[in-house]
Nanobody, 119 residues
Framework: AQLVESGGGSVQPGGSLRLSCTAS????????IGWFRQAPGKEREGVLC????????HYTDSIKGRFTISRDNAKNTVYLQMNSLKPEDTAVYYC?????????????WGRGTQVTVSS
């Protein structure tokens, strides 16, 4: 069973990216998926979570109004839409899976995708 993130890249400030987290070996509609990020020299922090019931949780206020999370259970994929990106959003973005919104102690993680916001 694994999670694979994709969609990262380099973008200018104000730009947008959509990250995907695709699961294999899991039926995603049974689980919550959280997006986390880790910038160089900083601790991993939670970004957004979507529950199996389509509820959402913001782990941090810094992305409110800019990032949204959605899921397509038919594709076994969760998306993180990131708009109005700022340089401080630069990080490796990871998705994690758990029965409720994941924490840093959750067991199942993807390997991450790099997002760089720079002019």
């Amino acid at each position: 069973a694994q999670l694979v993130e994709s969609g990262g890249g380099s973008v200018q400030p104000g730009g947008s990216l959509r990250l995907s987290c695709t699961a294999s070996g899991f039926t995603l509609d049974h689980y919550a998926i959280g997006w986390f990020r880790q910038a160089p020299g900083k601790e991993r922090e939670g970004v957004l979570c979507i529950t199996s019931g389509q509820g959402t949780l913001h782990y941090t206020d810094s992305i409110k109004g800019r990032f949204t999370i959605s899921r397509d259970n038919a594709k076994n994929t969760v998306y993180l839409q990131m708009n109005s990106l700022k340089p401080e959003d630069t990080a490796v973005y990871y998705c994690a899976l758990d029965f409720t919104c994941p924490t840093r102690e959750s067991t199942y993680w993807g390997r991450g995708t790099q997002v760089t916001v720079s002019s």
